[in-house]
């Protein structure tokens, strides 16, 4: 059973920092692409298959940094700056498509998500 699961999350205050985990069992990942999404489906961040493109919203450009370890099957959201706008459930996502040459930012090319994880910014 392929179980995405998402950590790190908690509540923090204006300009601080979190770093979001997500572990993948059941099957590994190496070879999709990994993106994480907040609550409503907006796209925050996504990494390709081979990690060499990376892709993110306008909206945290220059303060996240998304990565993975594919030792590890985990992908990463390094979290800078934060702003109270940030605050959201965050989702950890898994391509469908092995070795995909394009990054999605609908959501739609994703079959496995995980449960969420709290991020709350206070000002």
């Known amino acids: 059973q392929v179980q995405l699961v998402e950590s790190g999350g908690g509540l923090v205050q204006a300009g601080g920092s979190l770093r979001l985990s997500c572990a993948a069992s059941?099957?590994?990942?190496?070879?999709?692409?990994m993106a994480w999404f907040r609550q409503g489906g907006e796209f925050v961040a996504a990494i390709s298959w081979n990690a060499n493109n990376t892709d993110y919203a306008d909206s945290v450009k220059g303060r996240f940094t998304i990565s993975r370890d594919k030792a590890k099957n985990t992908v990463y959201l390094q979290m800078n700056s934060l702003k109270p706008e940030d605050t959201a459930i965050y989702y950890c996502?898994?391509?469908?498509?092995?070795?995909?040459?394009?990054?999605?930012?609908?959501?739609?090319?994703?079959?496995?998500w995980g449960q969420g994880t709290q991020v709350t910014v206070s000002s």
């Open positions: 996502a898994a391509d469908r498509y092995r070795r995909a040459w394009t990054l999605d930012r609908t959501g739609q090319r994703y079959p496995y």
């Open positions: 059941g099957r590994t990942f190496s070879n999709f692409a």
